[in-house]
């Protein structure tokens, strides 16, 4: 039979939950490695390869979680590559560890460890997810936190329930605080986990000892991960910088992510479009599943109403910010909902198997005809469910898997890499190249990390502001005539507009290096 007893009662310390879950997490690690990027990427890939291993600062809103977790990775899986290469796997570990945490928080909300597998596969093999433990990004560290988060949470409800869980509720609420020196969408988690809190104790603003002390592991944990935004940049200064975080103003600009505010537009635009987004975007991911998460979500509130409320809250609200969210790859900040849905449909398959199981006891219960009394067999039955279930859950993943495996396999992508070392070749020692983000960051990991071009000056459209450098021809005016000037432009018409200023060589090609000669007057 599907057991009623509260999950909690078979412990989050059980060794076959446990070795569960660790199986879990290497089957998501062995895939992610499978399709792994060998090295150097491009844009913020290469940006969080370099601010790791030289424990540097990253873009808005920092990453300093990521950052320090990075350097530790860096230092601790040095047998096993080169620092992006590294960088890389540590991604992977991390969506291994969020898909091992799954486990036992499917375990708590339906007392099933089939399921509990089931859904720490399904979510690491998704799209999404699977790609995420390819590549250096931040976004599989906020994958982890919020499965670990979540698992907290439906621990202490467990345990509040007997009359303890305080230590489960100070864990969440510092997990919270690293969660947030991650990454900001955490912050679109904060409504939902104050309504949790309220519903499964509406009294809890009464134990002023315990609330202050959340409240303290949450900021002390935010704001000692955060100081590495302004040590770094200040008194033990690191090879790569971004923005001005050591003065007040620069910390609150990259914190609050200030220069991503145009990106964010009307929510209730384009409606239908946008939710026909979703719905394409929960296809693909899911496959089949898709259709079963409104009944997966309404089986929840029925089974585990405080969850309900957890988790579609944070759903509701991370689906409404990425409506008005302007990205380049808006997918990444759909990991948390995806986590949280196969959690729904775990709850779903459990539910699906109490019914299965009531009816096999409600025909085990009637006077059994012209077979002597032999009744059907409804306890094995009853046990054997869920892990049917289970497979349901996983069969469209797994017959979608190679396709899955192709759409995310970057383990022959040497891309980057290649284009790093011709243009390296090109450059002279004392060059100075005026690049833009995809190109500068890969340009950072070869003089920071490697130490490849260490007199080349390497000025982004981050740099001109930060160090008040004025447009390129003002560059380019500034050094040319002292040293070689190159150029790593990605608009053809800007690259053209500069032409008829400045004789480049090979021409106004983007995404190219191109050397200024000299002022076209000048040539004549």
């Not at 291994?96 to 093999?125: I, K, N, Q, W, Y």
């Not at 433990?133 to 931040?138: K, L, N, S, V, Y």
């Not at 779903?348 to 009744?375: F, H, K, N, S, W």
Request: proline content about 6%; hydrophobic content about 50%.
């Amino acid at each position: 039979m599907v057991s009623t007893d509260p999950p909690a009662r078979a412990g989050l310390a059980s060794p076959v939950v446990a070795l569960a879950a660790v199986w879990v997490g290497v089957v998501a690690v062995v895939l992610c490695r499978a399709a792994l990027l060998p090295g150097v990427g491009y844009w913020d890939t290469a940006e969080f390869q370099t601010v790791g291993p030289v424990l540097g600062t990253a873009h808005s809103p920092g990453y300093p979680a990521y950052v320090l977790l990075g350097w530790l990775g860096s230092v601790v899986l040095q047998p096993l590559g080169d620092p992006a290469f590294r960088m890389n796997l540590l991604s992977a570990l991390l969506v291994g560890l969020a898909a091992g945490l799954t486990v036992p928080l499917v375990r708590l909300l339906t007392g099933s460890l089939a399921l509990g597998v089931a859904a720490g596969l399904g979510m690491s093999t998704t799209s999404i997810a699977w790609r995420i433990g390819t590549r250096a990004d931040p976004h599989a560290l906020h994958l982890a936190l919020v499965a670990l988060l979540l698992l907290a949470l439906v621990a202490w409800q467990r345990e509040r329930g007997r009359g303890g869980g305080d230590r489960w509720l100070v864990a969440a609420s510092a997990i919270f605080g690293v969660s947030v020196a991650n990454h900001s969408l955490t912050l679109l988690l904060a409504p939902a986990v104050g309504l949790y809190v309220l519903a499964v104790d509406p009294w809890i603003w009464r134990r002023i000892r315990l609330v202050a002390t959340c409240a303290l592991a949450l900021g002390t944990v935010a704001v000692l991960l955060y100081l590495e935004l302004p040590l770094r940049a200040g008194i033990f200064r690191a090879p790569l910088v971004y923005g001005t975080p050591q003065t007040w103003e620069g910390f609150a600009y990259i914190v609050t992510a200030e220069q991503f505010r145009g990106s964010v537009g009307d929510p209730l635009a384009n409606l239908p479009v946008k939710l026909r987004t979703l719905v394409d975007l929960t296809a693909v991911q899911l496959g089949p599943l898709a259709a079963f998460l409104p009944l997966a979500f309404f089986a929840t509130v029925l089974r585990e109403p405080r969850y309900a409320l957890l988790s579609g809250v944070g759903v509701a609200v991370t689906v409404f910010f990425n409506a008005s969210y302007a990205n380049a790859d808006i997918e990444r900040y759909y990991l948390g909902p995806l986590l949280i849905a196969w959690t729904w449909l775990a709850i779903l398959a459990i539910q699906a198997a109490t019914v299965v199981a009531a009816l096999a006891r409600g025909i085990d219960e009637r006077p059994a005809v012209g077979t002597g009394g032999r009744r059907t067999n409804a306890v094995l039955l009853g046990r054997i469910a869920p892990v049917l279930f289970a497979a349901a859950l996983l069969l469209p993943g797994a017959l979608a898997l190679d396709t899955r495996f192709r759409a995310v396999d970057a383990s022959r992508d040497r891309g980057a890499a290649d284009w790093l070392d011709a243009t390296l070749a090109r450059l002279e020692p004392d060059a100075v190249v005026v690049s833009w983000w995809s190109y500068s960051t890969p340009l950072w990991y070869a003089q920071h990390v490697e130490g490849r071009i260490p007199g080349v000056t390497i000025v982004d459209d981050r740099t001109r502001l930060d160090e008040e450098l004025g447009e390129v021809p003002d560059v380019i005016a500034r050094y040319l005539g002292q040293r070689p000037v190159y150029l790593i432009r990605s608009d053809t018409r800007e690259m053209e507009r500069l032409a008829e200023t400045w004789e480049l060589e090979p021409g106004p090609i983007s995404n190219s290096l191109v050397r200024v000669v000299g002022r076209r007057e000048a040539s004549r």
